[in-house]
Every structure is written in structure tokens, then in C-alpha cells.
């Protein structure tokens, strides 16, 4: 099994532009995060699903974050406008619901904002 | 609310020696405390679990509800530790909270 998978692994954009990440969970994981990592620190949660519902977005900057998991599969984390203090690595990760379960992660996205 | 914190962002320490990597952390309730470890390149994976009490890669972590603790202690480091280590903690819906990590080097 491929686990979660993310793309783009790299992007590069200019401050002002719109950028877009994907996310493949792992099939049959119900529960999906994203994460921003800056560097030298933990990840921090963004947004946390519960199949299509968007369950904890209190972390989310939602003046130019969106996030959307249409269907309970697969989701999308946009940006738009894209800051210089964007830049860093988005994370996805996924489990099942429940207790003592673990989250497994992707490969991330490393967004640089010039 | 939930908060973990690993004072140390660095650690070094030689092969052979005693590695205990520090977490603690902040919940009202009954926690489910994880380790996760980074290897360069490769992508954040679970090492171990508190309600496993498993030992993993010579790894272990007692959780210490008096003391709010989660430390990660292995007697013997070996070269192939070396990563970044975050401790975890998961609260009573499914929020995963992350501490900054702590850098962990094994010198030969």
C-alpha cells in the first residue's frame, strides 16, 4: 500500500498567487489532518476532517486557507494569496476513528513563496 | 487545552551512552501520548504508543500522569537514532498535538 499520499512534493510560487495541495488518504481512513510545519518546529493542525466534515478549523487562517474533502476521500488545502510567510511544509495525515489509533502521515508538500 | 513541550530542541549524545529525550504535557483529561520520529528524508512515522508499553528499536516511554511526563529513554543510542523525535498527544476528540520536536544526534 502506497500510504497517504500528497502532491505536489515541492512548489514554487510568487507571493500573490494561488497554490493548491492534494491529498490521497490511506482507503478506509475516515479521519484526515493537515498540517503546516515550519521549519525547526512541530506540526501544527490546520484542519482536522471527519469524513467530509470539516470537524476542527479553528486553527485555519480562513481569510486565504480553504480546505475542502468532498466525497470523505481525497482533499485539497488552497491557498490564495500566497505570503512570503507561507513558506513550509504541509503535511496530511490520516487514521481511523477511534481511540489509540495512530496517524499516518505523507510525504508533505514543501511550498517556498518568493 | 492541549499542549506538549520538549525543552530540548537539541541533544547530543555518543554512541553506547544513555538517550532520554523529554516531554511533557498539558491535558485535563485522560491522554493517549504518542513518539513520533523523522529520519532525514523520509516521512514522520509513529514510533511508539504509551498504551502499547511496547518496546520499540530499544525505545521506551513511560507515561507519568503525576508528573505530566512522556519521556522516550533508550540505555544503549545507536548511530541510526539519529532524527527528529516529536512526542504526541492526543486529547478526547481526535486533535494530534505535536511538540516542537527535539533533534536528536548520535555521534560515533
Known amino acids: 500500500e502506497a500510504g497517504v499520499v500528497q502532491s505536489p512534493r515541492y512548489k514554487i510560487i510568487e507571493k500573490k498567487q494561488p497554490v493548491a495541495f492534494w491529498c490521497n488518504p490511506i482507503?478506509?481512513?475516515?479521519?484526515l489532518y493537515w498540517y503546516l510545519q515550519n521549519l525547526g518546529q512541530g506540526p501544527e493542525l490546520l484542519i482536522r476532517y471527519e469524513n467530509e466534515e470539516a470537524v476542527d478549523d479553528s486553527q485555519l487562517p480562513k481569510d486565504r486557507f480553504s480546505a475542502e474533502r468532498l466525497k470523505g476521500v481525497d482533499s485539497t488545502l488552497k491557498i490564495q494569496p500566497a505570503e512570503l510567510g507561507d513558506s513550509a511544509v504541509y503535511l496530511c495525515?490520516?487514521?481511523?476513528?477511534?481511540?489509540?489509533?495512530?496517524?499516518?502521515f505523507g510525504q508533505g508538500t514543501r511550498l517556498t513563496v518568493v | 487545552a492541549q499542549r506538549v513541550t520538549q525543552p530540548e530542541k537539541l541533544l547530543s549524545v555518543f554512541k553506547g551512552a544513555p538517550v532520554e529525550l523529554k516531554c511533557n504535557y498539558s491535558y485535563s483529561g485522560s491522554p493517549e501520548l504518542f513518539w513520533y520520529v523523522q529520519y532525514s528524508r523520509q516521512r514522520l512515522q509513529l514510533l511508539l504508543r504509551h498504551i502499547s508499553r511496547e518496546s520499540i528499536k530499544g525505545f521506551t516511554a513511560d507515561l507519568n500522569k503525576g508528573e505530566t511526563s512522556f519521556h522516550l529513554k533508550k540505555p544503549f543510542a545507536q548511530e541510526e537514532d539519529s532524527a527528529m523525535y516529536y512526542c504526541?498527544?492526543?486529547?478526547?476528540?481526535?486533535?494530534?498535538?505535536f511538540g516542537q520536536g527535539t533533534r536528536l544526534t548520535i555521534n560515533p
Open positions: 495525515a490520516s487514521s481511523l476513528e477511534g481511540k489509540a489509533t495512530e496517524a499516518f
Open positions: 504526541a498527544l492526543r486529547g478526547g476528540a481526535q486533535k494530534l498535538v
Open positions: 482507503s478506509g481512513h475516515n479521519t
